[in-house]
């Protein structure tokens, strides 16, 4: 079984709609992560989180919110999708006991089409 | 700020070529690390390497090799005998040291290396 999953894995919904994205993580890492992959501008941080007391913007957190329901589950909402929110969203978890930068793996990304 | 550069968008080589990926980075701290990760047509992200700002060694991995440059602010990755299943987005990503945050990848554009027979 992988590590990190992501559900869903393709989704379509239309303007306005709220949406979740859940990502779940069975290697035991403290540290998740949500970025958002769009042709041409590579990997961009939405929501970290360092443990379930501790969540933290990234660089393009308007528009989502996230839970942290355990260590192990981290959640992206789009509370009302836009199209310009269709992107490839990727989770990612990287463990605190690795050290000061830690590796972050990444789950199999949800390609999300909002029409 | 942080900011990594892949200059390269495509690359198209036949198979058993060697091949060349640059990677530029811009930083302000004298802590930081590197890494490269591929993303297959399959979508997923795989970590391939990461290194710190304090080791300039080279580092070869079978076919794969990587050379940093601080000098040239360069982290670049060489696969040697380059094969179909090569054929992926490859991106570089910088994390500063400890800055009493989560640490938080910056990562490059991508370059898309496509091998064919």
């Known amino acids: 079984d992988a590590d990190v999953t992501q559900t869903p894995r393709n989704?379509?919904?239309?303007?306005?709609?709220?949406?979740?994205?859940?990502?779940?993580?069975?290697?035991?890492?403290?540290?998740?992560?949500?970025?958002?992959?769009?042709?041409?501008?590579?990997?961009?941080?939405?929501?970290?989180?360092?443990?379930?007391?501790?969540?933290?913007?990234?660089?393009?957190?308007?528009?989502?919110?996230?839970?942290?329901?355990?260590?192990?589950?981290?959640?992206?909402?789009?509370?009302s999708a836009i199209p310009n929110q269709t992107a490839l969203y990727f989770c990612a978890t990287s463990d605190l006991r690795a050290g000061i930068t830690d590796t972050q793996y990444f789950g199999p990304g949800t390609r999300l089409t909002v029409l | 700020?942080?900011?990594?550069?892949?200059?390269?968008?495509?690359?198209?080589?036949?198979?058993?070529?060697?091949?060349?990926?640059?990677?530029?980075?811009?930083?302000?701290?004298?802590?930081?690390?590197?890494?490269?990760?591929?993303?297959?047509?399959?979508?997923?992200?795989?970590?391939?390497?990461?290194?710190?700002?304090?080791?300039?060694?080279?580092?070869?991995?079978?076919r794969y090799s990587w050379n940093f440059q601080k000098s040239t602010s360069s982290f670049n990755f060489t696969i040697t005998a380059s094969q179909v299943v090569d054929s992926a987005v490859y991106f570089c990503a910088l994390s500063e040291g400890y800055t009493g945050t989560a640490s938080k990848l910056t990562f490059g554009t991508g370059t898309r290396l496509q091998v064919t027979l």
């Open chain 1, 11 to 79: 989704r379509i919904t239309k303007t306005g709609k709220r949406i979740m994205l859940e990502c779940s993580q069975t290697k035991g890492h403290d540290r998740m992560y949500w970025y958002r992959q769009d042709p041409g501008l590579g990997l961009r941080l939405i929501y970290y989180s360092f443990d379930v007391k501790d969540i933290n913007k990234g660089e393009i957190s308007d528009g989502y919110s996230v839970s942290r329901q355990a260590q192990a589950k981290f959640s992206l909402s789009l509370e």
């Open chain 2, 1 to 62: 700020a942080q900011k990594v550069t892949q200059a390269q968008t495509e690359i198209s080589v036949v198979e058993k070529e060697d091949v060349t990926l640059d990677c530029v980075y811009e930083t302000r701290d004298t802590t930081y690390y590197l890494f490269w990760y591929k993303q297959p047509p399959s979508g997923e992200l795989v970590f391939l390497i990461r290194r710190n700002s304090f080791d300039e060694q080279n580092e070869i991995s079978g």
